[in-house]
Each structure stands twice: as structure tokens, then as C-alpha cells.
Nanobody
Framework: QVRVVESGGGSVQPGGSLRLSCAASGLTFSPNAMGWYRQAPGKQREQVAV???????NYADSVKGRFTISRDNAKNTVYLQMNSLKPEDTAVYYCNLRGGRYLLDYWGQGTQVTVSS
């Protein structure tokens, strides 16, 4: 059974940094894509950064130049380094893994990121 677990959220002041981690276990396939999404109160879930195997990375315009996604294939882990955080980055951040024969989506439980002075 595929399991996706995030960690690393918390509270930080504007301009600060956080690093999120997402570890996948129970995999019987190599993921086609791993990435991060976020959902702020009253808003729809949006893509933040995604790493697509064999293609590359894609970032939301709002985080370009501030966030960096990376992956450790040996550990089936993906990271999100978030720098120069802004209050509008406050949200629950979810890790997503897509793959397998039917390209299913697997989600973590989410981790809260709060940016406030």
C-alpha cells in the first residue's frame, strides 16, 4: 500500500525559510511525478511545484525564484525548500505522487505552513 507522509511545516516570520519533506513508501513502481500543492483557507488547492520524471520541474508563478523542489530517488523522497516566505504562502501543503499502471494520485495528509509576523 502506497503511503505518502509530509513533514517540516511550521510557523515562520516573513522573509524566513522552511524545508518540507515528503517520503513515499510501499511503492512497487517508480513515480512519474512528485510534487507539492497547497490550499489556503477559502481557496482551491493549487499546484506549487512538481517534478516530472524525464521532463523536469514546473513552478507556480507565485513561487518562482523562491521555492526549489528536489528529489532523492533512492529514498523516494521529495523536498520543497521555501525561501523568502510571504504571508500569502500560508496554507496547508500537500505532497502528491502520481504513478503506477493507471497513473493514480496519492496524497499525504498535509502539513501547515504559517507565515506571520
Amino acid at each position: 500500500q502506497v503511503r505518502v507522509v509530509e513533514s517540516g511545516g511550521g510557523s515562520v516570520q516573513p522573509g524566513g525559510s522552511l524545508r518540507l519533506s515528503c517520503a513515499a513508501s510501499g511503492l512497487t513502481f517508480s513515480p512519474n511525478a512528485m510534487g507539492w500543492y497547497r490550499q489556503a483557507p477559502g481557496k482551491q488547492r493549487e499546484q506549487v511545484a512538481v517534478l516530472i520524471s524525464g521532463i523536469g520541474t514546473n513552478y507556480a508563478d507565485s513561487v518562482k525564484g523562491r521555492f526549489t523542489i528536489s528529489r532523492d530517488n533512492a529514498k523516494n523522497t521529495v523536498y520543497l525548500q521555501m525561501n523568502s516566505l510571504k504571508p500569502e504562502d500560508t496554507a496547508v501543503y500537500y505532497c502528491n505522487l502520481r504513478g503506477g499502471r493507471y497513473l493514480l494520485d496519492y496524497w499525504g495528509q498535509g502539513t501547515q505552513v504559517t507565515v506571520s509576523s
